[in-house]
């Protein structure tokens, strides 16, 4: 399986230094995320990538996390300036169809497939236990006071239990590992909108950790993004089969012809809208903009102005009588002068009522 990685790491805003550690060396990608007094949380995430790192590839991911976890242990035991130190680690080795997972603590792998994202692992937390319990909310456990008690965590007891799991996976599919730096101070929704339009992974990862520290960046962040990649040399079809409009060129054409009638039906709107000419809207004389034309009932015009001027009178008069079909002129200014022209016309009738016939 090929995938394409990007990684990133920051102190946050608040901490002195970093304990957060990655690892990115295909077909292996961890995060690990450290906590004990002096460099000891730096030591831990070190130490367990490092571990995992150089054991054995035919042992399974979680034998090697096991592997960390005694190595942390002991190291914690001979120096007492990282006494009790430990980390938390969640790692996954790429396969031909998917990944392995192995996982101790709280920093995260959520895996988005077609726009929707779903967390692979459980956080081992008192928090997350409390509302599997039903004892709070979600809600309630991200303000909660014990939010960061651990319930189980790498190097700190001689043995540890290790989630496990595989994970088959398709083309397209992206795969995000973070610390809680990351999940602490974006929601997911958060989280959702950058994975999903940002389609570089070193970009993604970027813009993971700068969301986190505009948030706060109240602890270190790191994100590893892992991208499925479309195989080189995927089955092609190599005997061609009678020409068909496959699913996706129908799709093509179909936008396209719906593009085209848009641009024809906007152009058209365009020139009708142009359009002007003088009629006749109840009583009155008014100015239209449009067409005097109905389209399957559909009026491809609208009144622009209604005038004070009597339609009855302005057609008794020999010139106007055409009114009732709409007379047309090329502008509002023209529209604007042949009602001018009306009333004068009116105004003169008037003024000789007994010449006419
Ligand atoms: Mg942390």
């Known amino acids: 399986m090929k995938v394409a990685a990007g990684v990133a790491t920051d102190i946050g805003k608040v901490r002195e230094a970093n304990e957060d550690a990655y690892l990115v060396e295909h077909p292996l990608y961890a995060v690990a995320d450290g906590m004990g007094g002096h460099r000891g949380g730096e030591v831990a995430s070190q130490l367990a990538l490092e571990t995992i790192e150089a054991s054995a590839v035919t042992v399974t991911l979680a034998d090697r996390v096991r592997d960390a976890n005694r190595a942390v242990f002991e190291r914690s035991g001979e120096d007492r300036a990282v006494a009790g130190m430990g980390t938390t680690l969640t790692a996954v080795v790429v396969t031909p169809d998917g990944l392995e997972l192995a996982h101790v603590g709280d920093s995260r792998a959520y895996l988005m497939?077609?726009?929707?994202?779903?967390?692979?692992?459980?956080?081992?937390?008192?928090?997350?236990?409390?509302?599997?319990?039903?004892?709070?909310?979600?809600?309630?456990?991200?303000?909660?006071?014990?939010?960061?008690?651990?319930?189980?965590?790498?190097?700190?007891?001689?043995?540890?239990?290790?989630?496990?799991?595989?994970?088959?996976?398709?083309?397209?599919?992206?795969?995000?590992?973070?610390?809680?730096?990351?999940?602490?101070?974006?929601?997911?929704?958060?989280?959702?909108?950058?994975?999903?339009?940002?389609?570089?992974?070193?970009?993604?990862?970027?813009?993971?950790?700068?969301?986190?520290?505009?948030?706060?960046?109240?602890?270190?962040?790191?994100?590893?993004?892992?991208?499925?990649?479309?195989?080189?040399?995927?089955?092609?079809?190599?005997?061609?089969?009678?020409?068909?409009?496959?699913?996706?060129?129908?799709?093509?054409?179909s936008g396209i012809t719906i593009v085209a009638v848009i641009a024809l039906l906007t152009a058209t709107r365009a020139w009708i809208d142009s359009r002007w000419y003088v009629g006749v809207s109840g009583d009155n004389v008014a100015i239209y903009q449009g067409i005097p034309v109905e389209v399957l009932g559909v009026e491809l015009s609208r009144v622009d102005l209604e005038t004070s001027v009597d339609a009855g009178d302005a057609m008794a008069l020999p010139f106007w009588a055409s009114l009732a079909d709409g007379v047309n002129v090329d502008s509002r200014q023209e529209a604007l002068d042949t009602i001018a022209t009306i009333e004068a016309d009116l105004a003169e009738a008037q003024a000789l009522p007994e010449e006419r016939g």
């Open 113 to 253: 497939r077609g726009g929707s994202l779903r967390q692979l692992t459980q956080d081992h937390t008192l928090v997350d236990r409390m509302v599997r319990a039903g004892e709070i909310t979600a809600d309630e456990a991200d303000v909660h006071p014990h939010r960061n008690v651990l319930l189980r965590s790498l190097g700190t007891e001689p043995e540890v239990q290790v989630d496990e799991q595989q994970v088959a996976l398709l083309d397209g599919d992206r795969v995000v590992l973070c610390s809680d730096g990351l999940t602490g101070m974006i929601t997911e929704d958060q989280l959702l909108a950058i994975v999903t339009t940002t389609p570089d992974p070193q970009e993604t990862a970027d813009r993971l950790v700068k969301a986190a520290n505009r948030a706060g960046g109240i602890d270190n962040i790191t994100v590893v993004v892992i991208d499925v990649l479309r195989e080189e040399g995927d089955p092609e079809p190599v005997i061609r089969a009678p020409r068909r409009t496959s699913p996706k060129r129908l799709a093509i054409i």
